[in-house]
């Protein structure tokens, strides 16, 4: 099981990234996927998520009309566009698959995502 993320870096205030993250999964289409991010001394919470099929989405409201969570079952990646970054976006960006296959709805606690990318580093300057 490997989940491998990319894309993170330092960015200003107002600027993009796109997170990535490739999943080594063979049934990678089955499963919902997730981005979660953990601040320096916060706990780890949700950004995003995305159902498997046909394709819901999730987002918290912080990151409501800024990022959008989207999937390419062809290459196993789903990823993570986000737009205008504030200072507090600051944080390493993980991305997890749902402990279950076909789940019928959205998880957004950590503890039901049992597999997880090694974190990327998101750092947004004002």
């Known amino acids: 099981v490997q989940l491998q993320a990319s894309g993170g870096g330092l960015v200003q205030a107002g600027g993009s990234l796109r997170l990535s993250c490739e999943d080594s999964?063979?049934?990678?289409?089955?499963?919902?996927m997730a981005w979660f991010r953990q601040a320096p001394g916060k706990e780890r919470e949700i950004v995003a998520a995305?159902?498997?099929?046909?394709?819901?989405?999730y987002y918290t409201d912080s990151a409501k009309g800024r990022f959008t969570i989207s999937r390419d079952n062809g290459v196993n990646t789903v990823y993570l566009e986000m737009n205008s970054l504030k200072p507090e976006d600051t944080a390493v960006y993980y991305c997890?698959?749902?402990?279950?296959?076909?789940?019928?709805?959205?998880?957004?606690?950590?503890?039901?995502?049992?597999?997880w990318g090694q974190g990327t580093q998101v750092t947004v300057s004002s």
């Open positions: 995305i159902s498997w099929r046909p394709q819901f989405t």
């Open positions: 997890a698959r749902d402990s279950e296959d076909f789940a019928s709805w959205l998880k957004k606690n950590s503890a039901e995502y049992y597999y």
């Open positions: 999964e063979l049934t990678f289409s089955n499963y919902a």
